[in-house]
């Protein structure tokens, strides 16, 4: 298929219908409406639903409806309406619903502003909603990068019933890059011998729900959905890796900061400076391994977010006292400039040697 | 590129790269002329916008019409109403970038009849590698419902057609086939094709024998130099 020039939004979209997913069901929000309206106009050209429901709350009820059945769902807000989602999403998790959700974020707290930010790392990466879960997220750095994940996320949804999250910020929604879209061929998935399509006398009633009255009952099922977690935790894991052979302080970014402190990192090695990146794709799992390869070699890490500091506590988590781990940052919709995070890497390092 | 109009009207498809030729455009026009403006009425995009390079403008001395700067980031679709002043100014070349497709085409109808006796040019930008409009049908389509909303006839084309940084010549030679289709087909002619400045060593020759404007990209991502 040859390459086409897209917009952020628009690859999320089409990347989903051509990972089969049919259903929709959204509430406009800056700065991933495109992803709406493109939804809106593809999805009954294949002879799928669009909806557009009343609020963000309605729409995450949709798709646990619709997953429910079996079917290939999806969703997708920015970061306010991603807080609204929340309690839908708790619901999924605890029923062991698969279902993709996108969030391309922006400044907050609050309504914040429209323009890109990475502040919602905390919430995507500890559940998010009420109760004992995680959800796999991943957060792409590119749109060719994103056309090749969404399949992927589909996938992991319905091999481990549960939902998952796309987490991108507006630079990445907003932005146009050529994307080509392969044919993947999809994974053998297990069954869904859960959906509740109707029983034809070949067994009991089929229910879907995340409510258990019986104590012992509640805390088994958390139990294994606890297993569930440690399996995709030892299946999932995925990130990147950037001129880490030699060197002496490493910078950990992911999204579209990773690919303004890849633009630093070049500063840098043209100074003389050995520095390299570890570039998350997954946010949950966290990657611990390039982490435990690398930091009694290293001099440093710097992680790099557009948020007040939030996977730096990840970073050191992985890092574990090691090594000394810092933090630069920029926020509120403000993006930090390759020369910026260059000047940290001349500072973190001691200085360009003459 | 030199237009026939005193009112230039940039149309397109979602993404054709309509801000990206108005901001060169403007450049261009204020070598030779005093008065310049450039109304940014891009009520969909929340980044990306004209409205993001006022500072060239004011240092190259050009008239940028858009939401207050108070107001530019706000999620509201803002037509700014110094417009007016500079339609019915005749010593000003006034271009118009709208945002993308009929949704924002909507936001010229307004005006139209303020313009309709300024006989506009009314420029409909093609990228034939963005999705629906890389056939001439699906471009045509295009450019009907613009000019339903924009309450507006199309009067000729760019041929923009790029694949971002990984653009080839024969990318560009593709476009312009179905840039000719659209010409032929509706009659009316191809302005010139437009270039990324980077391609003129790739697409000298074809230049020397169309009509080609090389533009300079002004909407960058974050990353870029």
């Known amino acids: 298929m040859a390459k086409l020039l897209m917009k952020g939004n628009e690859v999320i979209a089409e990347a989903a219908v051509k990972a089969g997913c049919r259903y929709f069901f959204g509430y406009p929000i800056t700065p991933q409406n495109e992803l709406v309206t493109y939804m809106a106009k593809r999805l009954p050209e294949v002879g799928g639903v669009f909806l557009q429901a009343e609020s963000e709350i309605a729409a995450i009820n949709m798709v646990y409806g619709a997953a429910g059945t079996g079917a290939r769902v999806m969703t997708s807000t920015s970061s306010p309406g991603y807080s609204l989602k929340q309690e839908g999403i708790s619901y999924l998790s605890g029923a062991e619903l698969p279902a993709v959700i996108c969030n391309i974020s922006r400044g907050g707290p609050g309504l914040g502003n429209i323009q890109p930010a990475q502040s919602d790392y905390f919430q995507a990466t500890r559940g998010g909603g009420h109760g004992d879960y995680y959800l796999p997220v991943f957060a792409p750095a590119s749109l060719q990068e994103v056309a090749d994940l969404m399949g992927d996320a589909f996938d992991v949804a319905d091999k481990y019933r549960t939902p998952v999250l796309i987490l991108a910020d507006g630079v990445l929604g907003q932005m146009m890059e050529p994307v080509e879209f392969s044919d993947k061929v999809v994974e053998e998935l297990p069954k869904k011998d859960w959906a509740t399509t109707g029983t034809r006398g070949d067994g009991g009633p089929k229910i879907i729900t995340s409510l258990d009255l019986d104590i012992g009952g509640l805390e088994a099922h958390n139990s294994r959905l606890k297993d569930k977690f440690e399996n995709i935790t030892k299946n999932e894991i995925r990130y990147e890796e950037y001129e880490i052979e030699d060197a002496e302080y490493i910078l950990v970014a992911y999204g579209s900061v990773a690919r303004i402190a890849m633009s630093a990192i070049k500063l840098a090695r043209k100074a003389g400076i050995k520095v390299g990146l570890i570039r998350p794709i997954t946010l949950w799992p966290y990657p611990q391994e390039p982490f435990i390869k690398t930091r009694d070699k290293v001099k440093g890490y710097m992680s790099v977010e557009m948020s007040a500091g939030q996977m730096v506590e990840d970073v050191r988590l992985a890092v574990n006292g090691h090594a000394p781990v810092s933090f630069y940052g920029r926020n509120g919709g403000v993006i930090p400039t390759h020369e910026e995070i260059y000047e940290k890497i001349v500072q973190l390092s001691g200085g360009v040697k003459a | ?225």
Do not use: C
């Not at chain 2, 339609?87 to 909507?106: E, F, R, T, V």
């Not at chain 2, 339903?148 to 080839?168: D, H, M, P, Y």
């Open chain 2, 1 to 225: 590129m030199m237009p026939r109009s005193r009112l230039i009207i940039f149309t397109g498809h979602f993404g054709s790269g309509k801000t990206e030729i108005s901001i060169n455009l403007a450049l261009q026009l204020r070598k030779s002329f005093e008065r310049v403006a450039i109304s940014d009425l891009d009520v969909i995009n929340p980044y990306f916008r004209t409205r993001d390079v006022a500072d060239l403008f004011n240092k190259e001395d050009i008239k940028l019409i858009a939401p207050s700067e108070r107001l530019s980031n706000a999620d509201l679709p803002i037509v700014s109403s110094d417009i007016y002043r500079y339609i019915s100014d005749d010593s000003y070349k006034l271009i118009i970038d709208a945002g993308g497709d009929k949704d924002g085409a909507i936001s010229l109808g307004q005006f139209y009849n303020y313009w309709k006796g300024l006989n506009p040019e009314v420029v409909f930008v093609l990228n034939a590698n963005r999705p629906n409009v890389s056939t001439v049908e699906g471009a045509i389509k295009s450019i009907e419902s613009i000019e339903q909303a924009s309450r507006l006839k199309v009067t000729s084309l760019i041929n923009n057609t790029n694949l971002g940084s990984e653009t080839t010549s024969d990318d560009i030679i593709d476009g312009y086939k179905i840039s000719k289709g659209i010409s032929e087909k509706l009659n009316i002619p191809i302005i010139n094709t437009t270039i990324n400045k980077d391609l003129i060593n790739e697409t000298r020759d074809w230049a020397s024998i169309n009509d080609v404007l090389y533009i300079e990209r002004y909407m960058k991502s974050p990353w870029e130099a």
